[in-house]
C-alpha cells in the first residue's frame, strides 16, 4: 500500500499561482494529478513517470501547469500558474506501483489517491 498526502490547495484570484505537492510513502512507478469540478467527471490533468521524469499534460493546461518529481523526498509537485476560474476544482494525487501498460490518465491505472485539495480561482 501507498499512502499520499496532498498539499498546498487554496483560493487565488485568476491569473495567480499555486503549487500542489503530493507525498508518497512507498515506491511509486508513475503519479498523476487529477482533478474534479463541479458536476463533472474526473479528469487528468498531468503525469510523471517516477524513474523518467517524462511528463504528460491535459490540453486544457499546457504551457500553464508543470508537474515534476523530487525523488528524494519521494514527492510530486503540480506547478499551477496563469489559473483561471475554469480551473477551480478538487485536485487529487494518484498513483500507481505497476510498471505495466502506460500511465496516462485512465482512472483504473492508478490505485493509489490523496484525499483531494481544493482550489478556488475568483474571477
Known amino acids: 500500500q501507498v499512502q499520499l498526502v496532498e498539499s498546498g490547495g487554496g483560493s487565488v484570484q485568476a491569473g495567480g499561482s499555486l503549487r500542489l505537492s503530493c507525498a508518497a510513502s512507498?515506491?511509486?512507478?508513475?503519479m498523476a494529478w487529477f482533478r474534479q469540478r463541479p458536476g463533472k467527471e474526473r479528469e487528468g490533468v498531468a503525469r510523471?513517470?517516477?524513474?523518467?521524469?517524462?511528463?504528460n499534460y491535459a490540453d486544457s493546461v499546457k504551457g500553464r501547469f508543470t508537474i515534476s518529481r523530487e525523488n528524494a523526498k519521494n514527492t510530486v509537485y503540480l506547478q499551477m500558474n496563469s489559473l483561471q476560474p475554469v480551473d477551480t476544482a478538487k485536485y487529487y494525487c494518484?498513483?500507481?506501483?505497476?510498471?505495466?501498460?502506460?500511465?496516462?490518465?485512465?482512472?483504473?491505472?492508478?490505485?493509489?489517491w490523496g484525499q483531494g485539495t481544493q482550489v478556488t480561482v475568483s474571477s
Open positions: 494518484a498513483a500507481s506501483s505497476s510498471s505495466v501498460g502506460n500511465c496516462l490518465f485512465g482512472t483504473l491505472r492508478y490505485p493509489y
Open positions: 512507498g515506491y511509486t512507478y508513475c
Open positions: 510523471i513517470y517516477s524513474g523518467s521524469g517524462s511528463t
